[in-house]
Every structure is written in structure tokens, then in C-alpha cells.
């Protein structure tokens, strides 16, 4: 048996991975999203929520983990942020640990992860495969979001590996400055090369 090719999705904000990711799926590859697994462990009645309120009193009410509220108490707070991440981080290597179980049959999955290169991800992955876009595309998608300033656009920027270390990190990038089509017809060619390459790998 040969387990999964596994595939590690990441890009700096605004360079549209969640669209690339979205284009895995529909083509039949196994997506996992970490950041939305965050979002449902951190919803009404998820498994973080009561660890979050206990070391961020007020973060939280009946709809789970107040995004803006905790976003609060941990931007520009390296400490805050590091025991926010100890609650989120083991319970999310949990998820992905049981996303990989369910999926061991199949030939590729991806794990869809903003901060592969930050967190070390890279290391458990087989292929990285990094979303990228001209800087003054992305800066444009980036500040037409509600309530981001350029402020905390540079504040982003600054915790995330810069977007030409990771093109050379990359085992492939996905170019979403040209258009949907484009990068679709791009994402269609690497999955059919990835699958190839799954297939002709020596069996466990």
C-alpha cells in the first residue's frame, strides 16, 4: 500500500490560495483547510472555546471565540499569541492526523496551511506548492477587505515569510495575478503531473 502523496497548499494573504484550494477539491483531491477547522473548533459549542475563555477571559459568549475580541488581546502581543497557539495548534495536528486516516486510499490530499513555512509545516509534507501574485495585486485584494488598514496589511506581512523566499521554497507555484481560467487550467496540469508522479512512487 502507498500512502497519500501529500501535498502542502500555502501563499501569503491576498494571493488566493483558498481559490487554488477550492480548484484541488473540485477536481476530487482531498482538501484539508486548517484555517477552517479553526473556525468550527472556535464556533458555537467547539472544542476550543472553553480552553480560549479560560486563558482570554471575555473572548468568548454563546456563539464561540469572538474573533475580534481575542484578535485584540494577541495582535502585536508575541506572548499572547504563543499561548493562543498552544490551544489551536495540537488540536488542529489532531484534525489533520484524522483527515490523512480517512484518506489513506486515495492518491493525493492537500493540506491547505497559511503558515506551512512559518510553523514548520514544510517538513511533513511532500510537495509544497506555493499561491503567489504580483505584490501590488495582492496589496489591492488585500485592502479591498472590510476593516483592514494599510497598517495592519504591514503587520501581516511581517509575520509571514516573504513571498519570494517561499517561490523559492516551492516545489511549484500557482501564478493568480492572470486570469481564473488561467490559473485553473495551471492547477489542472499540476494535479494530473502530481498525480503521476503518486503513481509512480515505490509502494510502503
Known sequence: MTAPLIIGLTGSIGMGKSTVAAMFEAA???VFDADAEVRAMQGPAGALVAAIEAEFPGSTDEN???RD?????VFGDTSA???LEAIVHPAV???REAFLAEHLDTPLVVFDIPLLFEKGGHASVDRIVVVSAPAETQRQRV???PDMTPEKFAHILSLQTPDAEKRKLADHVIDTGQSLGGTEEDVIALIAQ?????ANRDPL
Open 28 to 30: 476530487g483531491v482531498p
Open 194 to 198: 502530481l498525480r503521476a508522479d503518486a
Open 93 to 95: 495536528a489532531r484534525k
Open 69 to 73: 475580541r481575542l484578535g485584540q488581546e
Open 81 to 83: 499569541l504563543a499561548r
Open 64 to 66: 464561540g471565540v469572538l
Open 143 to 145: 485592502l479591498a477587505r
